[in-house]
């Protein structure tokens, strides 16, 4: 069983940046898709970004790409999200969520998720 822990979420002003962190418990993280999800208030929590276990394949939703970037250190069973130029649509709980296969946008495909870290982006 996989365990998620995000940080590295809070307040910064719009054109800020952030860094989310999601440590692993184990080492099957290594060997694991991993992907950024997000959730406002009232909506449906949407894809972010993913990468494969050995980083050859990344994918992000058009609203993120050229902003955030996606990377992991499977030496560390850590994944990133460097989050630039942020926007006020950008607010939301931020979740990690990690599975074994192939790279998904689809929620329900991910079998292990962290506990969500909130960001907010005051314009």
């Known amino acids: 069983q996989v365990q998620l822990v995000e940080s590295g979420g809070g307040l910064v002003q719009a054109g800020g940046s952030l860094r989310l962190s999601c440590a692993a418990s184990?080492?099957?993280?290594?060997?694991?898709?991993m992907a950024w999800f997000r959730q406002a208030p009232g909506k449906e929590r949407e894809f972010v970004a993913a990468i494969t276990w050995g980083s050859s394949i990344s994918r992000y939703a058009d609203s993120v790409k050229g902003r955030f970037t996606i990377s992991r250190d499977n030496a560390k069973n850590t994944g990133y999200l460097q989050m630039n130029s942020l926007k006020s649509e950008d607010t939301a709980v931020y979740y990690c969520?990690?599975?074994?296969?192939?790279?998904?946008?689809?929620?329900?495909?991910?079998?292990?998720w962290g506990q969500g870290t909130q960001v907010t982006v005051s314009s």
């Open positions: 184990e080492r099957t993280f290594s060997r694991s898709t």
């Open positions: 969520a990690a599975r074994i296969g192939i790279l998904s946008h689809i929620p329900k495909d991910y079998d292990y």
